[in-house]
């Protein structure tokens, strides 16, 4: 068979425009699909973003014995932890602090005196490791007047245990929904083409081969998968630039920047997904329906 | 061009519907297909244009077994064969003059002698008008013109028609056999299915009668055939 | 027109029997879509538990100073925090800890004298919120010989808010995914219906009324969801009988049981959804296709 | 009991099909509707049976106008109606068995008496032993019987059949058109589409002939319908 693209495409126009119907719903099958997976892929990314970023909020205080000299403290865990941001807070301000989180619940304090809280020095860590922050936290002990140090080992360890379990379970959910959406739009697919087998039929019997038949459906596919990709992907930055508003006012506004929720390369690999489950769907549905006229 | 020897064709859980058939048409002859309704008529077409293969018995096509054929060189036979479908099969999603073209398309002519042959064939049967309309819309008898010109549009070397004057009036109907005649006139080799007798009385030409799936008779005259149904 | 129930049904059955691949093909697409849905819905929940087991895994440590009583401080501590598991630690032991859990990072231990560590008191605090831990905190102050207290501020509020923000967006996307997936039912539903608009049209042609021509798809595409639906519910029982023994080996069998991850609600609410789903679906599709041919 | 006034029925884009046809069919009459290919003949036997509505002037049906009817009332109107469609319209993945009974389904009979008469009406068309078949497995003729028993099965007070015998052999079209003569007598509105000469002159009935959309005949005479095709 000669190969004649521009032939087929304008077949395949011609059977989009033509049969809007099937070709409106196989496109709007794609486009929730990839939408769909557009939005958990994007959601994945931002809780990993988010995560990290907490990670990096993580703090190690440390608590000074009464009447420790907080500036010689200060000036001591610097040296103890290099290239750290290190920070001096004194007993009032921890006191003021405290009374302003607790709002209405401020009254729980009344039966703490002024000297319950001490001053302390605080070192941002941020991204520290639980091990890290631990042999950290132990070298911080050394500084002058430190009585204690918190490192948040009560919540470090669950916390790395969570994240670890959270991105497999999240890795094995994403593979799990994109085999799904391959499934559910390769069945719409199949329908199509089997809404339309007399079709295949009939062009079979006035002499076509194999390849004259499938190549308008196939490339029907592509087209309703790189719409519906295409649309799904406008979509998707169109919801981000909806939601954009509520994402700075809860401050993660320069967290997560559009690129980091919807990268391009997240984009474009959403909208080829869509145009191989368009290809891959038809072909196997053409390719299936003339297997079973040929042995009919 | 089609020779059978002993060939039957049982559908599953029935009686056959070809039983022994032995027959040689030669090339360019004109032949005549009849027999009451469920005789075999539309089977025996069936076989020879590879629709469907024979339970037992050998078919030779052009010369060749068609049952030794690969499954991928039946399209090519196929478009050296127009086939009137009794039931016209028509693209109902393309327009009359696409269906008309699409043997031609399948063998990728250029289009403007696409084109100028699906007009010449559409004036043939009074139906230049219809071009763009879709088969759905068209009246039985228009449905039926167009298949019979779709499948002289490749100018085949063996043509098959099953019952392609049912939906058509005389005028209509002597209309389609001209066409065949002249088709057959051009060397084509000719085999109409048929009921109606008037037809068979017109054309004295050598008429097959199949009864229970039994060829009864094949001769040139139609006394015989009228006979054959009882 | 009469009800007649068992002669619907009879219509539906044949259909089904008779155009096997239609009826195959939206079964093992509501499966699909219904198996993707619970596996969903299924992750946020243990996700869910697993967070919540981890702030009940939340301990404030109280560090005493050098040479203070500990048997006296974890009585005073028990006195504070009524209710509460109170656990006293001494530093050897702490020391000893924090080495085994180092492992081969043992060796930052090297500058560590052994007084850095102190005694201390653990007092385990489950699912108490970030205000809270702070005014218990702040009362365990007082305990006598108490250096200071530790609730794991650092990492406390940033968890909080993560936990906040992910129960918001994981139901943001189970609404999104539920939807979705209720179109991509129901796109196939009207594919499989639009396959057999002739066969609408020829009983319409008959006489039939609108309802004896519905009847039978309606209890096709209920049948449909019945049998996707449990098959989704069995597949996922059968998925978590597969995973339960990694969850044993992870020392999380007990925290997600079969009962916890997948309530006996849940897959009941799975197998009425996809019923509905597959009702809904063939209704809409068959009241469409009705339509368009009155309006013809 | 069918009543034209003035009716004429355009497609979008297209000339007329039906133009500016008045006519009147009686209780119990039988007549034959006749004309060239695309005539109108079909159009017409739509617009009888609510499937298209004409483009301007009035139907009478049992004496009611039809334009007036509510769309919930059809499916009743249409179980007064018995028709065979040109193209059968047979469900694909029905027996044929079950196609028959579907008229008298819809109408809720009980299953006996259903079986009874579907067997009954099988065995008058020579198939009684295709029960079981679906339709896309029997041949064009039987087929067409098949639907024509399906019209024929409520007992309807009106008998529509568009080319009834197109695909039969000169003895079953005998057979088929005595099934409906015998309608007929038994009080039935006969009316019958047909391009079949032999079967206008065998029946002396009323004939009526249009062309290109206009009624150019009424009458009993087989010869004034003969004139009227060119
Ligand atoms: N696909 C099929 N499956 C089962 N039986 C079939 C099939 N096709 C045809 N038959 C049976 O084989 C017999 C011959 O059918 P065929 O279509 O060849 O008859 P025909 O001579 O063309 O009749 P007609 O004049 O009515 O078209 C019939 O009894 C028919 O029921
Ligand atoms: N649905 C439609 N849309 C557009 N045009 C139509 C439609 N149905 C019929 N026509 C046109 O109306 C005219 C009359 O058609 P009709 O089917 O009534 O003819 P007919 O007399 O039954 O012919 P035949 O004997 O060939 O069946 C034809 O020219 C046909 O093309
Ligand atoms: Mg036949
Ligand atoms: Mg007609």
């Not at chain 1, 670890?164 to 719409?188: D, E, G, H, M, Y």
């Not at chain 2, 037992?56 to 690969?70: E, H, I």
Request: glycine share 10%; hydrophobic share 50%; charged share 20%.
């Amino acid at each position: 068979m000669t190969f004649r693209p521009l032939y087929f495409t304008r077949r395949a126009m011609d059977a989009m425009i033509r049969g809007p119907y099937v070709t409106l719903i196989g496109t709007a099958t794609i486009f929730v699909a990839v939408f769909a997976t557009g939005l958990f892929a994007a959601a994945l990314g931002g809780a990993e973003r988010l995560l990290a970023a907490w990670a990096g909020e993580v703090r190690i205080s440390i608590y000074l014995a009464p009447g420790a000299d907080l500036a010689a403290a200060r000036a001591a865990a610097a040296a103890a932890a290099p290239g750290r941001e290190v920070r001096a807070v004194t007993s009032a301000e921890a006191l003021r602090d405290l009374a302003v989180e607790l709002g209405d619940e401020a009254r729980v304090l009344e039966g703490v005196g002024p000297g319950a809280l001490s001053d302390e020095v605080q070192v941002a860590a941020p991204g520290i490791s639980l091990a890290e922050a631990r042999a950290l936290a132990a070298r911080l002990r050394s500084v002058p007047g430190a009585a204690d140090v918190d490192y948040g080992e009560a919540l470090l360890g669950p916390l790395e245990r969570f994240v670890r379990r959270a991105r497999t379970t999240s890795a094995v959910l994403f593979a799990a929904l994109a085999l799904a959406t391959a499934v559910l739009v390769s069945n719409t697919l199949r329908l199509a083409v089997f809404a339309r087998r007399d079709e295949i039929e009939i062009m079979k019997l006035v002499g076509a081969t194999d390849a004259f038949v499938a190549a308008p459906f196939l490339i029907e596919g592509l087209a309703q998968g790189l719409l519906g990709g295409g649309l799904a992907a406008g979509g998707l930055l169109a919801a981000y630039a909806a939601v954009s508003p509520r994402l700075h006012a809860a401050g993660l506004g320069r967290l997560l920047t559009v690129r980091d929720a919807l990268p391009p390369s997240l984009l474009l690999a959403l909208v080829a997904g869509g145009a191989l489950v368009g290809l891959l769907g038809s072909a196997l549905s053409v390719a299936r329906t003339l297997r079973r006229i040929s042995t009919s | 061009m089609i020779q059978l020897f002993h060939v039957s064709k049982e559908y599953p859980g029935d009686g056959p519907a070809l039983d022994d058939v032995s027959l040689n048409v030669e090339k360019g002859e004109f032949v005549f297909l009849t027999g009451p309704s469920g005789a075999g008529k539309s089977t025996l077409l069936k076989l020879v244009f590879c629709d469907e293969a024979p339970t037992s018995g050998q078919l030779l096509l052009f010369g060749k077994n068609v049952a030794k054929l690969p499954a991928r060189a039946v399209p090519y036979l196929r478009r050296n064969i127009g086939v009137v479908f009794q039931d016209f099969k028509l693209l109902p999603r393309r327009t009359v003059a696409e269906n008309v073209a699409l043997p031609l398309e399948v063998q990728a002519l250029p289009p403007k002698e696409i084109r100028r042959r699906v007009r010449a064939l559409l004036r043939s049967v009074g139906l230049e008008h219809r071009g763009d309309k879709l088969p759905p819309s068209l009246s039985g008898g228009e449905q039926q013109r167009v298949a019979v010109v779709r499948a002289l549009a490749a100018a085949p070397a063996l043509l098959l028609a099953d019952e392609p004057t049912g939906n058509l009036d005389p005028e209509r109907t002597l209309e389609v056999m001209e066409l065949l005649a002249s088709a057959s006139a051009r060397g084509t080799t000719v085999v109409v299915a048929t009921h109606d007798r008037s037809i068979l009385e017109r054309y004295k030409r050598r008429v097959l009668v199949l009864e229970h799936g039994r060829l009864v008779s094949d001769g040139a005259s139609i006394r015989r055939a009228a006979r054959g149904t009882p």
